[in-house]
């Protein structure tokens, strides 16, 4: 049986890679399983020897210890592929094909899933509708930063990339279809930006850029982003964007100001989350500062998206009631402009054809946007050293060396 290396998050800050095993067409107990999926048989699946898998801000938040992922947990939920093995239930998927997998695990089956939206399956996590790889509480589906990696539900899920040399040539950019360019775009989307809008967009960490370049490609005629990190801030001016400095600029509405004219923007876009930090040079944590300021920064009558991660247990908070995923939100505010909020996990697969189809058109170039940057395997737990320092990088990870 082949070996399988794979990262696995050991303690806060701590990652490590070790042989987890090769998968099988069924979920073993293990790390985070849970145990009304244990056992659970995936005819249906595939596995995929994994060409690119990269390194999450999602997957960062549990590494700070910020969630309460069990130690062992093996990490990864941004997957591309190839098949190497079909389960007896496959019919359209087949060997050899190269493909992008979503990150929403999805039945294909449910209310949720016939609706397109797949974010929320109402049949792979017993605890809640919604399920990822590799993530706390989502029903224990087995990470893809590894080697090998069984994906369920195939032929409802996959995406077969029509020809595999052009793909691999584009490889960098179709890597980002299994989550942070169609969670940057279901941002842009949600907050209805549209030809001519102008739109902020809070973090420039690889989602936000992700957004910006979304935003873009939507039509946007000026784009804003904001962050506390200047490194980052530059790797969105190089693909035309506007930037505000946070450490150094504390009112976000000033700064729209002298950059538009006006306080306000159209829509805007919280690409940060719960771990989100005051603005000014002695700024600390602050999980309510994003949702906020962009509230106030938007007009009235604006849409937010919000793709930035939100969650229900936060035991590294400094309040109990941010534990709990309870904020100090000004919901009146929000009210009061007559806003729209459009928040959770991104339906992956609402959007990937078409962004795989305007990267292999050349009209986006998503991995230029995020500085796609390729480590091996055994670099990753350097990798998330220095991702959880800022750096401006998107880092992804090629178990087998197929890139270089």
Same mark, same amino acid.
């Given at each position: 049986?082949?070996?399988?290396?794979?990262?696995?998050? %050991?303690? &806060?800050?701590?990652?490590?890679?070790?042989?987890?095993?090769?998968?099988?067409?069924?979920?073993?107990?293990?790390?985070?399983?849970n &145990?009304?999926?244990?056992?659970?048989?995936?005819?249906?699946?595939v596995?995929?020897?994994?060409?690119?898998?990269?390194?999450?801000?999602s997957?960062?938040?549990?590494?700070?210890?910020?969630t309460?992922?069990?130690? *062992?947990?093996?990490?990864? =939920?941004?997957?591309?592929?190839?098949?190497?093995?079909?389960?007896?239930?496959?019919?359209?998927?087949k $060997?050899g094909?190269?493909?992008?997998?979503?990150?929403?695990?999805?039945?294909? %089956?449910?209310r949720?899933?016939?609706?397109?939206? +797949?974010?929320?399956c109402?049949?792979?996590? &017993?605890?809640?509708?919604?399920?990822?790889?590799?993530?706390?509480?989502m029903?224990?589906?087995?990470?893809g930063?590894?080697?090998?990696?069984?994906?369920?539900?195939?032929?409802?899920?996959?995406?077969?990339?029509?020809?595999k040399?052009?793909?691999m040539?584009?490889?960098?950019?179709? +890597?980002m279809?299994?989550?942070?360019?169609?969670?940057?775009?279901?941002g @842009?989307?949600?907050?209805?930006?549209? +030809? !001519?809008?102008?739109?902020?967009v809070?973090? @420039?960490?690889?989602? *936000?850029?992700a957004?910006? =370049?979304s935003?873009?490609?939507? !039509?946007?005629?000026?784009?804003?982003v904001?962050?506390l990190?200047?490194?980052?801030?530059?790797?969105?001016?190089?693909?035309?964007?506007?930037?505000?400095?946070?450490?150094?600029?504390?009112?976000?509405?000033?700064?729209l100001?002298?950059?538009? *004219?006006?306080?306000?923007?159209?829509?805007?876009?919280?690409?940060?989350?719960?771990?989100?930090?005051?603005?000014?040079?002695?700024?600390?944590?602050?999980?309510?500062?994003v949702?906020?300021?962009?509230?106030?920064?938007?007009r009235?009558?604006?849409?937010?998206?919000?793709? *930035?991660?939100?969650?229900?247990?936060d035991? !590294?908070?400094?309040?109990?009631?941010?534990?709990?995923?309870?904020?100090?939100? %000004?919901?009146?505010?929000?009210?009061?402009?007559? =806003?729209?909020?459009?928040?959770?996990?991104?339906?992956?697969?609402?959007?990937?054809?078409?962004?795989?189809?305007a990267?292999?058109?050349? %009209?986006?170039?998503?991995?230029?946007?995020?500085?796609?940057?390729?480590?091996?395997?055994?670099e990753? &737990?350097?990798?998330?050293?220095?991702?959880? !320092?800022?750096?401006? $990088?998107k880092?992804?990870?090629?178990p087998h060396? @197929?890139?270089?």
């Amino acid at each position: 049986m082949a070996a399988n290396k794979a990262v696995v998050y %050991r303690e &806060p800050g701590v990652v490590d890679v070790d042989d987890i095993g090769y998968p099988e067409l069924i979920l073993r107990d293990g790390p985070g399983v849970n &145990p009304l999926n244990v056992g659970r048989k995936c005819e249906h699946g595939v596995i995929l020897k994994v060409i690119t898998t990269n390194i999450c801000g999602s997957d960062q938040h549990m590494v700070r210890g910020r969630t309460t992922a069990p130690s *062992g947990l093996v990490l990864g =939920h941004e997957i591309t592929g190839e098949v190497i093995e079909t389960g007896r239930d496959v019919e359209f998927i087949k $060997k050899g094909d190269l493909v992008s997998v979503p990150f929403n695990i999805a039945c294909g %089956r449910c209310r949720n899933c016939r609706q397109q939206d +797949t974010h929320i399956c109402e049949n792979v996590n &017993p605890d809640r509708p919604g399920s990822a790889y590799g993530y706390v509480d989502m029903g224990g589906w087995v990470g893809g930063q590894s080697e090998y990696v069984m994906v369920p539900y195939a032929d409802f899920q996959l995406l077969k990339f029509p020809d595999k040399d052009q793909a691999m040539e584009k490889i960098l950019d179709l +890597t980002m279809l299994s989550d942070i360019f169609p969670t940057g775009y279901h941002g @842009a989307i949600s907050a209805g930006v549209k +030809t !001519g809008s102008t739109v902020y967009v809070a973090g @420039a960490g690889p989602v *936000g850029l992700a957004a910006a =370049h979304s935003a873009q490609l939507l !039509g946007a005629s000026v784009v804003i982003v904001g962050d506390l990190i200047e490194e980052r801030l530059a790797q969105a001016r190089s693909f035309g964007c506007e930037t505000v400095n946070l450490r150094e600029h504390s009112n976000l509405s000033e700064q729209l100001e002298q950059i538009l *004219g006006t306080p306000e923007v159209d829509c805007a876009i919280d690409a940060v989350g719960f771990e989100a930090s005051g603005h000014g040079k002695d700024a600390e944590e602050a999980p309510a500062t994003v949702l906020n300021s962009i509230m106030d920064a938007t007009r009235a009558g604006g849409r937010l998206g919000i793709p *930035g991660l939100y969650v229900t247990g936060d035991p !590294g908070a400094k309040d109990k009631d941010a534990q709990e995923g309870s904020l100090k939100i %000004r919901f009146g505010l929000g009210f009061a402009k007559a =806003h729209t909020f459009v928040t959770g996990q991104t339906p992956v697969m609402r959007y990937h054809r078409d962004l795989m189809n305007a990267i292999l058109s050349d %009209r986006a170039q998503i991995a230029k946007a995020v500085n796609a940057t390729v480590i091996s395997l055994d670099e990753a &737990p350097a990798g998330y050293k220095e991702f959880d !320092g800022g750096v401006a $990088k998107k880092f992804v990870i090629d178990p087998h060396g @197929a890139l270089r």
